[in-house]
Nanobody, 127 residues
């Protein structure tokens, strides 16, 4: 299994931007489909974005499409989430996740299908 650690969270004003990073150790991320999820206060963990092993295919939740961008750098063993035009509704703990799938162009969007998780990083959007 791969160990994941998120970073880059913090407090930003509405309309601002933030870039989250998730670094892996133990195994190379090139063999994993990666995803970002978030959990807002009082809510269940929800899907945000996913990226295929090759990085050639991405998928986003409707709530973040056009504002967030997921990317990966397999040489650095890191996945990123660039968040733009942030609103208070984006306030949540953000988690990165990984799962091993032997398909280079597959994306995964459900919590149940990810087997490695980071501890999360807090993102607070407030004025």
């Amino acid at each position: 299994q791969v160990q994941l650690v998120e970073s880059g969270g913090g407090l930003v004003q509405p309309g601002g931007s933030l870039r989250l990073s998730c670094s892996a150790s133990g195994r190379t991320l090139s063999t994993y489909v990666l995803g970002w999820f978030r959990r807002a206060p009082g809510n269940e963990r929800e899907f945000v974005a996913s990226i295929a092993r090759s990085g050639g295919r991405t998928y986003y939740a409707d709530s973040v499409k056009g504002r967030f961008t997921i990317s990966r750098d397999n040489t650095k063993n890191t996945v990123y989430l660039q968040m733009n035009s942030l609103s208070p509704e984006d306030t949540a703990v953000y988690y990165c996740a990984a799962t091993s799938i032997p398909l280079s162009n597959a994306v995964v969007t459900t919590v149940r299908n990810f087997n490695s998780w980071g501890q999360g990083t807090q993102v607070t959007v407030s004025s």
